[in-house]
């Protein structure tokens, strides 16, 4: 089950960029704070320890394409948008990182996994 509440730190949906919400995971996934996507049918989600995942049948599937801090190999969100079409900002969801990547996505189709040595 999920329990949908205010957020104070947007996130986007990786998908579709659409706006995120934080919400509650409970039941047989665990417990804790994540976020989903708003738009309806949507099943992306985000956690700062996994990063980007669906819910498939009510188990967890990571999303195989990420982008990772460059400071310490965590999983980055998609924290908005630079003002020209596909000018996105990246932010390190691990608390009191400040990782930023400006990134072009007409230049850059597959989100690099360069800090993870891949």
Not at 56 to 67: A, S
Not at 70 to 90: C, I, K
Request: hydrophobic share 30%.
């Amino acid at each position: 089950m999920i329990a949908l509440s205010n957020t104070d730190n947007p996130r986007w949906c990786n998908k579709h960029r659409a706006r995120m919400v934080k919400a509650s995971l409970s039941g047989n996934l665990g417990a804790g704070e994540v976020y989903c996507c708003e738009e309806p049918g949507c099943d992306v989600h985000y956690d700062s320890s996994i990063g980007y995942f669906y819910l498939v049948r009510g188990e967890v599937v990571v999303d195989t394409f990420q982008r990772y801090c460059r400071r310490d190999g965590s999983p980055m969100y998609l924290a908005g948008f630079n003002g020209e079409p596909g000018s996105e900002v990246w932010c390190c969801g691990q608390t009191g990182c400040r990782q930023q990547e400006m990134v072009d996505q007409e230049a850059e189709t597959v989100p690099s996994n360069e800090s993870m040595g891949e």
